[in-house]
Protein backbone atom coordinates (compact mmCIF):
# COMPACT_ATOMS: atom_id res chain seq x y z
CA UNK A 1 0.00 0.00 0.00
CA UNK A 2 2.96 2.64 0.57
CA UNK A 3 5.00 1.90 -2.55
CA UNK A 4 1.39 2.28 -4.28
CA UNK A 5 1.15 6.05 -2.23
CA UNK A 6 4.68 6.40 -3.31
CA UNK A 7 4.21 5.60 -6.93
CA UNK A 8 1.48 7.83 -7.63
CA UNK A 9 3.00 10.62 -5.72
CA UNK A 10 6.28 10.33 -8.37
CA UNK A 11 3.49 10.22 -10.82
CA UNK A 12 2.04 13.48 -10.14
CA UNK A 13 5.43 15.31 -10.14
CA UNK A 14 6.48 14.00 -13.29
CA UNK A 15 3.00 15.43 -14.45
CA UNK A 16 3.71 18.44 -13.21
CA UNK A 17 7.18 18.59 -14.36
CA UNK A 18 5.97 17.73 -17.79
CA UNK A 19 3.78 20.45 -18.27
CA UNK A 20 6.34 23.08 -16.58
CA UNK A 21 8.53 22.25 -19.62
CA UNK A 22 5.53 22.20 -21.77
CA UNK A 23 4.62 25.61 -21.07
CA UNK A 24 8.27 27.04 -20.60
CA UNK A 25 9.35 25.75 -24.31
CA UNK A 26 6.34 27.31 -25.86
CA UNK A 27 6.95 30.91 -24.37
CA UNK A 28 10.86 31.04 -24.05
CA UNK A 29 12.27 33.30 -26.67
CA UNK A 30 15.52 31.01 -26.91
CA UNK A 31 17.45 28.26 -25.08
CA UNK A 32 19.34 30.05 -22.70
CA UNK A 33 15.98 31.48 -21.55
CA UNK A 34 14.33 28.40 -21.70
CA UNK A 35 17.71 26.60 -19.54
CA UNK A 36 17.15 29.81 -16.60
CA UNK A 37 12.91 29.51 -16.44
CA UNK A 38 12.95 25.94 -15.96
CA UNK A 39 15.56 25.83 -13.54
CA UNK A 40 13.81 28.47 -11.82
CA UNK A 41 10.46 26.77 -11.69
CA UNK A 42 11.97 23.16 -11.08
CA UNK A 43 13.61 24.85 -7.57
CA UNK A 44 10.40 26.89 -7.34
CA UNK A 45 8.62 23.32 -7.20
CA UNK A 46 11.22 21.65 -5.13
CA UNK A 47 10.64 24.49 -2.56
CA UNK A 48 6.80 23.22 -2.53
CA UNK A 49 7.86 19.90 -1.93
CA UNK A 50 10.10 20.67 1.36
CA UNK A 51 6.98 22.06 2.91
CA UNK A 52 4.99 18.75 2.30
CA UNK A 53 8.22 16.50 3.38
CA UNK A 54 8.44 18.56 6.36
CA UNK A 55 4.48 17.41 7.12
CA UNK A 56 4.54 14.21 5.89
CA UNK A 57 2.48 15.22 2.95
CA UNK A 58 -0.62 16.56 4.56
CA UNK A 59 -0.41 19.37 3.25
CA UNK A 60 0.83 23.15 4.06
CA UNK A 61 -0.44 26.67 5.85
CA UNK A 62 -0.57 29.59 3.06
CA UNK A 63 1.28 31.72 5.23
CA UNK A 64 4.45 29.27 5.25
CA UNK A 65 3.72 28.83 1.44
CA UNK A 66 3.84 32.25 0.14
CA UNK A 67 6.63 33.07 2.57
CA UNK A 68 8.89 30.76 1.84
CA UNK A 69 8.63 30.76 -2.18
CA UNK A 70 9.11 35.04 -1.66
CA UNK A 71 12.14 33.97 0.28
CA UNK A 72 13.97 33.25 -2.68
CA UNK A 73 13.75 36.75 -4.33
CA UNK A 74 15.69 38.05 -0.76
CA UNK A 75 13.71 41.38 -0.12
CA UNK A 76 11.82 39.82 3.21
CA UNK A 77 12.24 43.31 4.57
CA UNK A 78 9.94 44.59 2.11
CA UNK A 79 7.73 41.94 2.23
CA UNK A 80 3.63 42.07 4.35
CA UNK A 81 1.96 39.18 4.40
CA UNK A 82 -1.81 38.91 6.13
CA UNK A 83 -4.58 36.46 6.34
CA UNK A 84 -5.82 33.89 8.30
CA UNK A 85 -4.46 30.64 8.99
CA UNK A 86 -5.69 28.13 6.02
CA UNK A 87 -3.84 25.01 5.75
CA UNK A 88 -3.73 23.79 1.73
CA UNK A 89 -4.22 20.24 0.30
CA UNK A 90 -0.81 18.36 -1.25
CA UNK A 91 -1.77 19.47 -4.80
CA UNK A 92 -2.99 22.95 -4.13
CA UNK A 93 0.27 23.52 -2.57
CA UNK A 94 2.48 22.78 -5.72
CA UNK A 95 -0.09 24.82 -8.02
CA UNK A 96 -0.21 27.84 -5.90
CA UNK A 97 3.57 27.24 -5.02
CA UNK A 98 4.45 27.86 -8.47
CA UNK A 99 1.48 31.05 -8.96
CA UNK A 100 3.54 33.00 -6.31
CA UNK A 101 6.90 31.94 -7.95
CA UNK A 102 5.56 33.38 -11.54
CA UNK A 103 4.11 36.33 -8.99
CA UNK A 104 7.29 37.01 -7.49
CA UNK A 105 9.19 36.52 -11.10
CA UNK A 106 7.19 39.00 -12.67
CA UNK A 107 7.92 41.99 -9.57
CA UNK A 108 11.44 41.02 -9.71
CA UNK A 109 11.28 42.01 -13.39
CA UNK A 110 8.91 44.65 -13.85
CA UNK A 111 7.91 45.50 -10.73
CA UNK A 112 8.12 46.28 -6.92
CA UNK A 113 11.42 43.99 -6.79
CA UNK A 114 13.21 45.29 -9.46
CA UNK A 115 14.15 48.52 -7.46
CA UNK A 116 15.29 49.27 -4.14
CA UNK A 117 12.19 51.19 -2.54
CA UNK A 118 9.26 48.84 -4.03
CA UNK A 119 7.34 46.67 -1.70
CA UNK A 120 4.97 43.86 -2.02
CA UNK A 121 1.69 43.53 0.44
CA UNK A 122 0.28 39.78 0.30
CA UNK A 123 -3.04 39.33 2.21
CA UNK A 124 -5.99 36.74 1.30
CA UNK A 125 -9.23 36.18 3.61
CA UNK A 126 -12.37 33.63 3.59
CA UNK A 127 -15.29 34.36 1.94
CA UNK A 128 -18.93 32.16 2.13
CA UNK A 129 -21.30 32.39 -0.70
CA UNK A 130 -24.94 31.82 -0.12
CA UNK A 131 -25.15 28.39 -0.03
CA UNK A 132 -21.80 28.11 2.33
CA UNK A 133 -19.28 27.22 0.48
CA UNK A 134 -15.85 28.75 0.89
CA UNK A 135 -13.96 30.63 -1.20
CA UNK A 136 -10.14 32.21 -0.87
CA UNK A 137 -9.58 35.93 -2.23
CA UNK A 138 -5.79 36.58 -2.54
CA UNK A 139 -4.61 39.79 -3.24
CA UNK A 140 -1.03 40.45 -4.48
CA UNK A 141 -0.51 44.22 -4.27
CA UNK A 142 2.82 45.97 -5.09
CA UNK A 143 4.27 49.85 -4.21
CA UNK A 144 6.54 51.02 -6.49
CA UNK A 145 8.63 54.21 -6.65
CA UNK A 146 9.20 55.49 -10.42
CA UNK A 147 11.08 58.64 -11.90
CA UNK A 148 8.88 57.83 -14.85
CA UNK A 149 5.56 55.25 -15.19
CA UNK A 150 6.86 51.69 -14.59
CA UNK A 151 7.75 49.55 -18.10
CA UNK A 152 5.21 47.24 -18.74
CA UNK A 153 5.60 44.18 -19.10
CA UNK A 154 5.11 41.73 -22.33
CA UNK A 155 1.58 41.63 -24.14
CA UNK A 156 2.44 37.77 -24.24
CA UNK A 157 0.21 35.54 -22.35
CA UNK A 158 2.61 34.46 -19.75
CA UNK A 159 3.30 31.15 -17.93
CA UNK A 160 1.68 33.14 -14.75
CA UNK A 161 -1.53 33.95 -16.34
CA UNK A 162 -1.34 30.08 -17.33
CA UNK A 163 -0.75 28.78 -13.85
CA UNK A 164 -3.01 31.21 -11.82
CA UNK A 165 -5.77 31.22 -14.57
CA UNK A 166 -5.63 26.92 -15.13
CA UNK A 167 -3.87 25.51 -13.25
CA UNK A 168 -4.23 26.46 -9.90
CA UNK A 169 -8.27 26.13 -10.17
CA UNK A 170 -7.79 22.44 -11.62
CA UNK A 171 -6.29 21.75 -8.10
CA UNK A 172 -8.64 23.47 -6.59
CA UNK A 173 -11.59 21.68 -8.12
CA UNK A 174 -13.22 24.64 -8.99
CA UNK A 175 -12.90 28.27 -11.04
CA UNK A 176 -10.85 31.19 -10.60
CA UNK A 177 -10.90 34.84 -11.47
CA UNK A 178 -7.59 36.84 -12.00
CA UNK A 179 -7.71 40.58 -11.95
CA UNK A 180 -4.85 43.24 -12.61
CA UNK A 181 -5.64 46.41 -11.10
CA UNK A 182 -3.66 49.11 -13.55
CA UNK A 183 -0.69 50.96 -12.36
CA UNK A 184 -1.65 54.35 -10.86
CA UNK A 185 0.02 57.10 -9.41
CA UNK A 186 0.04 57.35 -5.46
CA UNK A 187 1.72 60.13 -4.58
CA UNK A 188 4.77 61.59 -4.89
CA UNK A 189 8.82 61.57 -3.04
CA UNK A 190 10.36 64.41 -2.28
CA UNK A 191 12.53 63.98 -4.96
CA UNK A 192 9.88 64.07 -7.39
CA UNK A 193 9.47 60.70 -8.02
CA UNK A 194 5.69 59.41 -8.94
CA UNK A 195 4.80 56.54 -6.96
CA UNK A 196 2.88 53.93 -8.62
CA UNK A 197 1.01 50.86 -7.20
CA UNK A 198 -0.53 47.47 -9.02
CA UNK A 199 -2.64 44.93 -8.03
CA UNK A 200 -3.39 41.12 -8.75
CA UNK A 201 -6.27 39.89 -6.82
CA UNK A 202 -7.02 36.01 -7.55
CA UNK A 203 -10.18 34.80 -6.20
CA UNK A 204 -10.50 30.64 -5.37
CA UNK A 205 -14.22 29.43 -6.04
CA UNK A 206 -13.99 25.23 -5.28
CA UNK A 207 -16.73 23.37 -6.28
CA UNK A 208 -16.81 21.08 -3.20
CA UNK A 209 -16.58 22.71 0.27
CA UNK A 210 -12.86 22.54 2.07
CA UNK A 211 -12.22 20.24 -1.32
CA UNK A 212 -8.46 21.66 -1.13
CA UNK A 213 -8.27 24.04 1.85
CA UNK A 214 -8.53 23.49 5.35
CA UNK A 215 -8.94 26.40 7.55
CA UNK A 216 -7.69 26.28 10.87
CA UNK A 217 -9.23 28.66 14.13
Not at 86 to 94: E, G, M
Not at 112 to 135: H, I
Amino acid sequence: MLLKEINHRVKNQFAVILSIIRETRSRARNVAEFEAQLRERIMALSRSQDLLVTSQWSGAGLFDLVSEHLKAFGVDERMTLSGPAINLRPQAVQTLGMAIHELGTNAAKYGAFSENAGSVEVSWRLLTDDEGAQQVELVWDEQMTHLTKPKRPSKRRGCGSVVLERVVPASFNGVASLARGPGRRAGCSPHHAQSWSGTRRVRLLPTRRNSAMQPRI
